[in-house]
């Protein structure tokens, strides 16, 4: 019940695309759902994040969307670049808990 | 840069060796917390404090262990070190008392021969 599931686990698409990545949890206690965005050999940079009262957030390029009856969230990524290249992680937290819950990451690559 | 830095950046000692891996949070954030990523995997939680106490515990090796010092800077302890302990050690930190917002330092990358 604690799971976050990411999918897929990697992604290819044509610069300019919309790439998109899927996240399900089964807690309905969570209450915070953040993405984070990873380049190879850097720590993890906090992207975006939404809470469950609103149904799509966007930042920039970079949207989610939350579908809290399917307990499902997603990243999508307009006009995606090549530096936009990427592993994606997302994660969940309730603010009486101490830790996110991180789902498996995708790796995306942006071809030019 | 998130305001997380971490020292050292890199690290290669032998097996059954011990390292001592340090971060010092963003200014002002009580929280720390450490994960573990080996090769092109996720991230695993280690542990977390938060103003100088435990606050939870994760998939930490008895091997390992960590403290939050009176200035909030943290440390890591890896002891009898083995081959799969070889990954990078990410300190993260965050201004809430719960996992809101998460800031990563750079990391330490282990390399155990």
């Known amino acids: 019940q604690q799971q976050v599931k990411q999918s897929p686990q990697s992604l290819i698409v044509q610069k300019g695309g919309i790439p998109i990545i899927n996240c399900a949890y089964e807690?309905?206690?969570?209450?915070?759902f953040p993405w984070y965005q990873q380049f190879p050999g850097k720590g993890p940079a906090l992207l975006i994040a939404?809470?469950?009262d609103v149904s799509e957030k966007k930042e920039g390029r970079f949207t989610i969307s939350f579908n809290k009856s399917a307990k499902q969230f997603s990243l999508h990524i307009m006009d995606s670049q090549p530096g936009d290249s990427a592993t994606y992680f997302c994660?969940?937290?309730?603010?009486?808990?101490?830790?996110?819950?991180w789902g498996a990451g995708t790796k995306l690559i942006i071809k030019p | 840069d998130s305001g997380v830095t971490q020292t050292p950046k890199h690290l290669i000692t032998a097996t059954g060796q011990r390292v001592t891996l340090r971060c010092s949070p963003r200014?002002?954030?009580?929280?720390v917390y450490w994960y573990q990523q080996s090769l092109d995997q996720g991230l695993q939680f280690l542990i977390q404090?938060?103003?100088?106490?435990?606050?939870a515990k994760g998939n930490i090796l008895e091997r390992f262990s960590a403290q939050q010092f009176p200035d909030l800077h943290s440390e890591l302890n890896l002891s009898s070190l083995e081959l799969g302990d070889s990954a990078l050690y990410f300190c993260?930190?965050?201004?809430?008392?719960?996992?809101?917002?998460?800031?990563f330092g750079p990391g330490t990358r282990l390399t155990v021969t």
């Open positions: 993260a930190s965050s201004p809430l008392a719960g996992a809101g917002e998460q800031y």
């Open positions: 200014s002002g954030d009580l929280s």
């Open positions: 404090y938060y103003n100088g106490e435990e606050r």
């Open positions: 807690n309905t206690a969570f209450d915070y």
């Open positions: 939404i809470r469950p």
């Open positions: 994660a969940a937290s309730m603010d009486s808990n101490y830790q996110l819950i």
